[in-house]
């Protein structure tokens, strides 16, 4: 006979939980601004993706209110049907401008966008070589597509130089593209983007590029393609609206060819209704406070590096991050999670990452610094983790 759900389920957690795989998870009260409350108590967040500190922005709160109140709170369709109102020609429009491209097109999530995008070109006849570090949706987004997916040493392009000529000189492949984190989320490195750019010339690669985190904090807010100068020359700029845009969504920047293609092929865009009309007046804010203001990407870059500076003089191993994202590196998976419970004890919100996440014996706890927050709230965490790294015999 064959296994109830109920056995399925009951064998399935208790092996998670024998593995120490079963994370419980934590509420927040009130919302995912710089000081959170959870179980009762205030604590600094340096855990959040809200690297500019839009979730909780006056401005963008405002707008999301007007466009709910102009278009109504759900779009009512899908895009192709006629839940494509105003507000999103709209955002794409803005979004294009931003990233210096001909057109671009809106999901409901950067994880859907991965899927939805990778799949409406590549197919069966094609390879993708990915970066091995690269995100779960790129992954699924490439499985879905079942084309040959080749794997690539962390930013190696030595090897990419090697798979991308073999890959082209086997024969075996119709199309070959070559797909890559802009900035890669657990060490906060940068893809070597004008190396890439050579090795995909040189072997007519495409290069999808998904910025989720390079986005709202490098080139200006534009993100890692814009930073290098490449924004004509990199076939698909992805992105998430849910980081450093604080909403939620995805896009694909590109060619108008490109997004017609999305836009007739994609399946989420065809078979999933439509963002929020809030949405989508939230993130049109959002890029107009980015385009006029540079102070809030200037604030996240000053806090960063202040805090990055200040870790690392009390003693701790900070990795080799290029951005924002500011691991603190302990090596012991138990310790990672001890740590982090300290940590939180403490008053200070940061989450341990460990195998399989990152390689084993690398477990760390990743701190988000953001715009919003304040001189006084890095100055306390710092205390704290110089206090509790003394405690542990860390520092
Ligand atoms: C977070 C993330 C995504 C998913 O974006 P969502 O909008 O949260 O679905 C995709 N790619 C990368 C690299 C990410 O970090």
Not at 98 to 123: D, P
Not at 263 to 277: A, D, G, I, V
Not at 338 to 361: D, Q, R
Request: proline share 3%; aromatic share 8%; net charge negative.
């Amino acid at each position: 006979m064959s296994p109830s759900l109920e056995t399925f389920l009951d064998e399935g957690l208790a092996n998670l939980k024998e593995k120490g795989l079963y994370s419980t998870i934590d509420v927040v009260e009130g919302s995912n601004g710089a000081i959170i409350e959870v179980d009762g108590e205030e604590k600094i967040n340096l855990a959040s993706n809200n690297y500019l500190g839009f979730a909780t922005n006056l401005e963008l709160i405002e707008a999301a209110n007007l466009a709910t109140e102009e278009y109504g709170v759900g779009a009512g369709a899908v895009r192709t049907i006629n839940g494509t109102l105003a507000i999103h020609r709209e955002l794409e429009e803005k979004i294009a401008k931003f990233k210096g491209t001909e057109a671009a097109i809106a999901f409901q999530s950067g994880f859907n966008c991965n899927m939805g995008a990778i799949s409406a070109v590549m197919n069966k006849d094609d390879a993708i070589l990915s970066d091995e570090l690269n995100h779960a949706s790129i992954i699924d987004g490439c499985r879905l597509s079942r084309a040959k997916i080749i794997r690539v040493k962390h930013s190696d392009m030595k090897d990419l130089e090697e798979k991308a000529k073999e890959a082209v000189e086997s024969g075996l492949y119709n199309k070959v593209m070559y797909i890559t984190d802009g900035v890669f989320s657990m060490d906060g490195d940068i893809a070597k983007m004008p190396e890439i750019m050579e090795i995909a010339e040189k072997y007519n690669l495409m290069v999808y590029v998904d910025d989720a985190h390079g986005s709202g904090v490098l080139g200006g807010g534009a993100g890692t393609v814009k930073e290098f100068g490449l924004s004509d020359k990199v076939d698909f700029q992805m992105g998430t609206l849910s980081k450093a845009i604080g909403v939620v969504g995805g896009y694909v920047a590109g060619s108008q060819k490109l997004i017609d293609w999305l836009k007739s092929q994609s399946r989420p865009f065809l078979f999933s209704t439509s963002l929020t009309p809030g949405a989508a007046g939230a993130v049109i804010k959002a890029i107009d406070l980015m385009e006029n203001d540079p102070s809030y990407v200037e604030k996240l870059w000053d806090n960063a590096n202040y805090f990055k500076e200040e870790l690392q003089r009390i003693g701790y191993n900070i990795g080799d991050s290029q951005t924002p994202i500011t691991p603190v590196i302990l090596g012991d998976e138990k310790l990672a999670q001890e740590f982090s419970k300290k940590l939180i004890e403490n008053g200070i919100y940061v989450k341990p990452i460990v195998f399989p996440t990152v390689p084993l014996g690398t477990g760390r706890v990743r701190n988000m610094p953001t715009a919003a927050h304040t001189k006084e709230m890095l100055d306390q965490a710092v205390r704290v983790y110089e206090k509790v790294g003394k405690e542990m015999g860390i520092i």
